[in-house]
């Protein structure tokens, strides 16, 4: 009886795992990467203001079996990126709310996530307002979740590993 008992736990401790959804998707799996590692913000007007921004061409790579999804604007077709100010060493010096993300026009990202695939590599190009204060060290991020599939509510982000850039200097044009 003893042995049933322990098998019959075992069975369903191993069934309970398996159906459980890890909400931080699969740490370590992927990694952003950028085409260079020192941008020049040049000069744009924005309203009544002059701006600074930056062309960052994205490349997204995961190496994991699970598929991850890339939060979009709604109506967009493209994942949102912005940037954390960091030290020299990429260590963000504001974390969540503080980074600035590229925003969407009606707020919240509610659009549809854009699957990269296990196993694949998605490559965007994305406009980024620079920093005010230039130069500056920051780290690029992607509003990434992992999930079963499309439907699921998927309200934890990956881990910073699974989303960010190291650091990258973005200075004025000259």
């Given at each position: 009886m003893g042995t049933k008992l322990r098998l019959f736990?075992?069975?369903?401790s191993l069934s309970v795992a398996a159906c459980q959804q890890d909400a931080t998707g699969p740490s370590g799996f992927a990694a952003l990467r950028t085409d260079q590692t020192v941008y020049f913000a040049a000069p744009a007007i924005a309203?009544?203001?002059l701006s600074r921004r930056i062309i960052v061409t994205f490349q997204y790579a995961n190496s994991g079996a699970a598929p991850i999804y890339l939060e979009t604007c709604?109506?967009?077709s493209r994942p949102i990126y912005g940037?954390?100010?960091t030290d020299a060493n990429g260590v963000p010096l504001v974390t969540g709310a503080?980074?600035?993300t590229a925003p969407c026009s009606t707020g919240n990202p509610t659009g549809t996530p854009l699957v990269v695939a296990g196993h694949s590599v998605r490559t965007d190009s994305a406009t980024l307002m620079a920093p005010v204060s230039l130069p500056?060290?920051?780290r690029f991020i992607v509003l990434a979740t992992g999930c079963a599939n499309v439907t699921d509510a998927c309200a934890s982000l990956l881990p910073d590993e699974d989303r960010a850039t190291g650091a990258v200097q973005i200075r004025a044009a000259p």
């Open positions: 736990a075992l069975m369903t309203g009544d203001s709604p109506g967009s940037w954390q100010p503080g980074s600035a500056a060290t920051v």
